[in-house]
């Protein structure tokens, strides 16, 4: 099919359907894609089977337990708007408990929502959920079973009885995500190697740095290891001489810069407190750290590493740094058989994902551009109907 055509076959338009679980499901694994196709002419709806009810609450402002599924229900409607999906259904299922309810009842739920929407397209998550959430898994398999008894003609008489007519769509994909090598803590430092002055982050830009790249590693966007660090007044974050391979983000407290000269002096640079990123010079330069980074108050750090931290790695010119250059972003995985390039349609898809404020409080305005689009820039699938050969486009 040609992205450029607003339908198939030269006669209607191209019909997309996403099955999911909870709101934001469908903006992380199809949001992108969505985006692009609409644009082009298509027609998509998005379902969700629960209103994400039991999922936490990562902004106050935004909900309470008691109102969270209503809240989330409503970040769905908002997000598909953005995306510029014409039907948006949010079913109440119950959250977490997907994995109890019989499968025919989802299947059979489903087979009515192809039925009545004739999707040519039918998008879910894969049999592992993306990261093993049951309720992703019984919507995988419920939705991937719907998608053949939909056209089963003596599949769910009731419905044929009521014109729901038997509909089997053209193509069905799961949504995978593949583990990159990607280091989030290395587009950071090249973004910040690029101003003009030291960056200090807002509260709301901490908080919502902390749960995106935590959510780029459970997803695979990113390959970094994560992890928040209280340090002691008096402490060496840092010390002089030693590798450059972390990335360290105040959240609070204070801490000094200092410099030893050749003759054992220290010298005083700096100091600096919450939402400042300390680390990124000798990370950008590829050399050893350039100064000592002490605690004077209490301190809490988000650390970004490229592994797992080691004891010692050296000092000086026989340090071994942990940042590979080689490092060039790729996915791995043997299943992917579509790749999607949403990078022209990032726009919308972060847009979309800032609608999901209760989960992620985060904006668009968060990143520059350029890095959102190498972050969530791609859309991966594993074509399960009809199986195909790596594609990267769908092509009908």
């Keep these: 099919m040609n992205i450029d055509s607003n339908t198939h076959s030269g006669q209607t338009p191209l019909r997309l359907l996403g099955v999911y679980a909870h709101p934001d499901d469908e903006t992380f694994c199809i949001g992108g894609t969505l985006a692009k196709y609409i644009i082009a002419g298509a027609e998509a709806m998005v379902v969700s089977f629960t209103q994400g009810e039991a999922g936490q609450i990562r902004e106050a402002s935004a909900a309470t337990r008691r109102t969270l599924g209503e809240v989330r229900r409503k970040e769905l409607y908002q997000a598909c708007q953005q995306l510029g999906v014409q039907q948006t259904v949010c079913l109440n299922y119950g959250d977490g408990k997907l994995k109890d309810i019989a499968q025919a009842e989802l299947v059979e739920r489903i087979v009515q929502i192809i039925r009545e929407f004739k999707p040519d397209m039918v998008f879910t998550f894969d049999e592992t959920g993306a990261y093993g959430h049951p309720d992703h ?13 939909a056209g089963v003609e003596t599949a769910f008489l009731g419905q044929l009885e009521h014109g729901l007519l038997p509909h089997t769509p053209r193509r069905v994909y799961h949504s995978i995500f593949p583990q990159s090598d990607r280091l989030l803590l290395q587009l950071l430092v090249n973004w910040l190697h690029s ?11 901490m908080h919502g740095l902390m749960l995106f790249a935590d959510e780029s590693s459970m997803l695979g966007y990113a390959s970094d290891h994560i992890q928040v660090q209280w340090y002691p007044s008096g402490f060496y974050i840092i010390e002089q001489g030693e590798p450059s391979t972390s990335l360290y983000l105040i959240l609070s407290g204070e801490v000094d810069i200092l410099r030893e000269d050749e003759t054992g002096e220290i010298v005083y640079l700096e100091s600096h407190g919450s939402g400042v990123f300390i680390g990124e010079a000798g990370i950008a330069y590829g050399k050893p750290r350039n100064a000592h980074v002490v605690v004077t108050k209490n301190t809490t750090c988000l650390v970004l590493s490229p592994g797992e931290p080691t004891n010692f790695a050296g000092r000086g010119e026989e340090a071994r740094f942990g940042v590979d250059d080689s490092a060039g972003g790729q996915a791995g995985g043997h299943d992917i058989t579509t790749r999607i390039d949403v990078t022209e349609f990032i726009e919308p898809k972060i847009n979309a994902l800032s609608q999901h404020r209760s989960q992620y409080p985060i904006s668009p305005e968060m990143f520059p551009l350029e890095m959102w689009r190498e972050i969530l820039g791609q859309e991966y699938f594993r074509r399960i109907y009809p199986p195909q050969h790596i594609e990267t486009d769908f092509d009908l």
């Design 137 to 149: 898994i019984a919507i995988s398999q419920a939705a991937t079973e719907a998608c053949w008894q």
């Design 195 to 205: 101003l003009d002055k030291r960056y200090r982050g807002s509260d709301d830009f």
